[in-house]
Structures are given as C-alpha cells and as structure tokens.
C-alpha cells in the first residue's frame, strides 16, 4: 500500500516535468509609474518679466484655480531647465483668469514646435513671470498693459485754455483759445523730416483765428564738417564744425484778427526760409536754430499782395527720456514791403512775435496723453489800419488732448526703464 502510493506520486511528479499540462499561473495587474504633474513655484518679489527678443511657447498646463485654461505663455531655457510663465488672459483683481487675452503680445510658438518633448518641458522649473511689452509699454502683474512714454512731436491733439489779453491797459479776462492739429515726423539717416497739418487757434472773447494748412522742415547732421579746427595746447586736438542747414516751409497760412473797430486778415500764400540749426539732440528731435526768407502775403482787408521778409530764433526741447516735458519758445520779426499806402498805417508795417511755452503731460486716457499747457505771448506791430502801435501781451493755461500719440522712437522697455 505504502510502495503504491510513492509509486503513483512520482508518476505525477515526472508527468509535470517531462512535458505534462503547464499549471494555470494567475497574472498579476502592475500599475503603470504615475508622471508627478508639473508643479509652479511660488511668485517671486518683483516678478521678474519675459525677455521681448525672446519667443513664447503656448504651453498646456493641468487648470489650477485660478487658471481654470490651464493656458500659458512660457519662455524657457533647456540649458537651466527652467521656464518663465504667465497666463495667456488678464486677471481680474482678485487674480483670477478673465476672458481678455493679453494685448500687445507676439503670438507664441506652438508647444509642438518646442526643442525638447512636451512631457520633459513639464519637469522644468515653472516660475510665475510678467509677459514682455513693446517699447513705451508697461504691463503689471495683472498682464494689463499701458503706454508710459509718449511722442508729442507725431500726434493729433485738440485742446483749449483760458487766455486772458492785455491790448493796453484794460485786460480782456473773458477770452479763450481753443487749438487743432496734426504733426508727424519721419525719420531717415540722419534727417528728421517734420510736417504739420491743419494747425489752428480760435481765440473767442477777442475774437481771432490762426490757420496753417501745410508746415514742413528738417533736421540734418552731416556727415562732412564744413570747418575742422585744430587746437596746439598740449597735445593737438581736432574739433570738427557743422553747418547743418535745412529748409523750412509754409503754405495757406490765414490769420484774421479784430481789436475793437480795427481789423486786420492776411492770407500767406507761401513761406520760404533756410534754417541753421545752432544746436539739435542726437535724435533729431530737440532743437535751437534760426531761419530766414521771405513770404508772398496778401492783405484781403485792404487788397494789397506784399513782399513779407522775416526771420526768427525759435527752440523746441523735449526735457525728458519718456516725452512729459516740453519747452518752447520763440522770437520772430517781419517786415511787410511792396505795399502801397494804406490809411491809418505806415508804409512798410512791422510785426514782432514773442512766444515762450511749456507742456506736461498730466495722465492718460485710453493710452492716450491729457497735458497741461501754459505759455505767454508778446506781440508788436502797425500792420493794421488804425490801430494804436503798442505791445500786446497775452498769457493762456488749459489742457490738450493728444488723440493719437505713440511711443517715442528711442523708447526703452519696460523692465530696462525699471530698472
């Protein structure tokens, strides 16, 4: 009974071993390794901002709370494996995503497009960041963007002040000014082109208008000095002298005036001076110069065409990096000639202007500047019949609108300006 039982037990043993029926092995489920979800550091103090000369990848992250798009702009370096990011939207106040996408921003690169695989860009350091912004452009922790430097020298702008005059003795305090116009300036190899358009003053109380259709000039730095001078004191030094003239132009000038029962409306036809420019900035923009020609005018109030030769010494100064500071100023002469006699007047009348002005700009509207303007005016002249030859003084303050003004073309970025 024993010897059977051991018998029958090794049968089985060798039939399992030598090619029996394999025995039936329950698999067992290994769960596939979890990938850790990508993890954003917390908010530096200042954030810092993503280079503009950089591009941005259109990075998909899990949503979070506050942005529930999971959408981001990201700026990485593989070498340090470490990416800059922010939101594709502005947020709200409380740092929430919006439904406004970020606003004068490059479009970023697909994330596909990206050197390394998607799944190894979410293993890189993810550190929250502000989004570039063009030159003369801020953009805040909210990714909202805003223009902080402004080009007064290419803009249209309508404005209006209260202009108290001084004719004599009596002041007229009742008189207001209102103003129009258009300028723009193009810039080339060193030359600056300025042209202005539709300029216009309409003072109401003592009534009077001033309208230019058309004025142009330019700037130019040469390239050859006209004089080299060389100083022997110590070691020889060169200096190198520029005469640096320009042209400048006016067509359809109308001023028409009323001074109690004298009146005076004189439409100039054309302008012609040369220009020497006595100092300019290194852009062009800034300037001291004089200029000098003649005018082709017609008196329409007593139907005279005359010969009108002038001059002036005139400045226009922007004071600061972001354009919230100009100054102007001006001293003009003229003498009317080619006339014939006029009653109440001599026969070769003469005017002289001065003019001293400052502009600042007080805050923005819609991105565009609102500026205090304040500058006082001198005027002497015999031109009109029957009015007492006495200086004639004026002083205005008001405020000016600019409806278009861009950002100055040396305006720095943001995070540079900042710092």
């Known amino acids: 009974m024993l010897v059977s039982a051991v ?14 029926p394999p025995a039936e092995v329950t698999p067992v489920e290994v769960a596939p390794a979890e990938v850790a979800p990508p993890i954003i550091q917390p908010p530096a103090v200042p954030l810092p901002f993503q280079d503009s000369e950089r591009p941005a990848l259109c990075l998909e992250l899990p949503p979070t709370p506050n942005v529930p798009s999971g959408q981001w702009r990201a700026q990485c370096s593989h070498e340090q494996r470490r990416c800059l990011i922010t939101p594709r939207r502005e947020l709200d106040v409380d740092g929430q995503e919006t439904e406004r996408f970020l606003e004068r921003v490059r479009p970023c690169v697909p994330e596909e497009a990206a050197p390394v695989p998607n799944e190894e860009l979410r293993t890189y350091r993810l550190e929250p960041s502000i989004a570039d912004a063009p030159p003369g452009w801020y953009r805040d922790e909210r990714g909202r963007v805003m223009q902080f430097n402004f080009d007064l020298h290419r803009r249209v702008w309508l404005g209006g002040a209260w202009s108290p005059l ?62 080299r001078i060389t100083t022997f004191f110590g070691e020889p030094r060169r200096y190198d002298v520029s005469i640096n003239l320009g042209v400048w132009l006016e067509t359809l000038r109308v001023e028409d005036l ?10 100039t036809w054309g302008t012609l001076h040369a220009t020497l420019d006595l100092w300019h900035s290194r852009d062009l923009v800034s300037y001291v110069r004089v200029r000098a020609g003649p005018s082709a005018e017609r008196d329409y109030e007593n139907g005279i065409s005359t010969l009108v030769p002038g001059a002036a010494l005139e400045g226009n100064l922007t004071l600061d990096r972001d354009g919230f500071h100009h100054l102007r100023f001006g001293v003009e ?20 202007r001065l003019s001293a002005g400052y502009e600042l700009i007080l805050l923005a509207i819609n991105d565009q500047p609102l500026s205090l303007v304040a500058d006082a005016r001198g005027v002497w002249r015999n031109d ?3 009015l007492p030859e006495r200086w004639e003084w004026s002083a205005s303050a008001g405020l000016r609108f600019s409806l278009w003004a861009p950002a100055r073309r040396s305006a720095p970025i943001a995070e540079k300006a900042r710092d």
Request: include cysteine; proline fraction near 5%; charged fraction near 30%.
């Open 166 to 227: 001084w004719p004599g003795d009596e002041a007229r305090e009742d008189r207001v000014r209102l103003d129009f116009g258009i300028a723009l300036e193009l810039a080339a190899r060193k030359r600056l082109h300025r042209l202005h358009f539709l300029e216009t003053e309409l003072s109401l109380g003592e009534p009077s208008i001033d309208f230019s259709l058309l004025r142009y000039d330019f700037s130019v730095e040469r390239d050859e000095p006209l004089f």
């Open 7 to 20: 018998t029958l037990g090794c049968a089985l043993l060798l039939g399992q071993v030598e090619g029996g």
């Open 333 to 352: 002469a003229e003498k009317v000639l080619l006339s014939r006699a006029v009653e109440g007047r001599p026969l070769r009348p003469e005017r002289l």
């Open 258 to 267: 009323e001074r109690g029962q004298a009146r005076g409306g004189f439409l």
């Open 384 to 386: 009109i019949a029957f």
